[in-house]
């Protein structure tokens, strides 16, 4: 199994308990806490069909899916959601695939939104 198939099987894994019946995964990363040299993995984001998934160490969150992530750049991308999340640049794919369902979801809801 290779680098990517166990990111995959270990954002899946984290998910499984959290996922609701028929829920698909799209995507997951990874977030970094601390600066510097002295980061650490905080969060696992896992990004299905209906929702944001934020998985702590003790804790999960399911937010709504309609959230933007934006486009990663520099080593250490930030966005806000209900707080500032720091993402590495090996996680960007990711990042970036999350916000393309997204614009494929809206794009099924209403044909109209991929013509501007």
């Keep these: 199994m290779g680098y990517k198939e166990r990111r995959a099987k270990m954002i899946a894994t984290r998910a499984a308990p959290h996922l609701e019946p028929g829920e698909q995964i799209q995507t997951g990363f990874v977030t970094l806490a601390g600066s510097g040299i002295f980061t650490v993995p905080a969060e696992t984001f896992v990004v299905t069909d209906r929702a944001i998934l934020v998985l702590g160490s003790s804790e999960a969150q399911r937010l709504s899916r309609d959230f933007w992530f934006g486009k990663p ?37 209403d044909p109209a939104v991929g013509e501007h």
Excluded at 77 to 94: A, G, M, N
Excluded at 101 to 106: G, H, I, K, V, Y
């Design 73 to 109: 750049t520099g080593l250490y991308y930030k966005f806000e959601l209900d707080h500032t999340y720091k993402v590495h640049r090996q996680w960007y794919p990711e990042v970036i695939a999350a916000d393309e369902a997204l614009r494929e979801m809206q794009a099924q809801d």
